[in-house]
Nanobody, 123 residues
Framework: VQLQASGGGLVQAGDSLELSCAAS????????MGWFRQAPGKEREFVAA????????YYAGSVKGRFTISRDDAKSTLYLRMNTLKPEDTAVYFC?????????????????WGQGTQVTVSS
């Protein structure tokens, strides 16, 4: 399994950004997916998760209402739309894939990880 995250960059507070995660190596549509992030000096934390079918999602409280996770199974791609970005959203963002269909809220539930993409939000 290979996961390639992209779309990060330097933006100003209040701006929007969309991250993508291209998956390969096995049938993308069979597995739950998630986004995590790691800020400098902090541990990696959960951001959002989506089920194999896309019919259920879950968000960390800090991003709920601002971020949207989605998936396009035809393109084997996971997305994270981030609106109203804040300086505290600055982090390396990682996509991850589970071995099962459901939601996963902890990084231990994800055996496969992408390399991360840097998001920097200036005030």
């Amino acid at each position: 399994v290979q996961l390639q995250a992209s779309g990060g960059g330097l933006v100003q507070a209040g701006d929007s950004l969309e991250l993508s995660c291209a998956a390969s190596g096995r049938t993308f549509s069979r597995y739950g997916m998630g986004w995590f992030r790691q800020a400098p000096g902090k541990e990696r934390e959960f951001v959002a998760a989506i089920t194999w079918s896309g019919d259920s999602t879950y968000y960390a409280g800090s991003v709920k209402g601002r971020f949207t996770i989605s998936r396009d199974d035809a393109k084997s791609t996971l997305y994270l739309r981030m609106n109203t970005l804040k300086p505290e959203d600055t982090a390396v963002y990682f996509c991850a894939q589970r071995d099962v269909r459901g939601l996963g809220l902890d990084e231990s539930e994800y055996p496969y990880w992408g390399q991360g993409t840097q998001v920097t939000v200036s005030s």
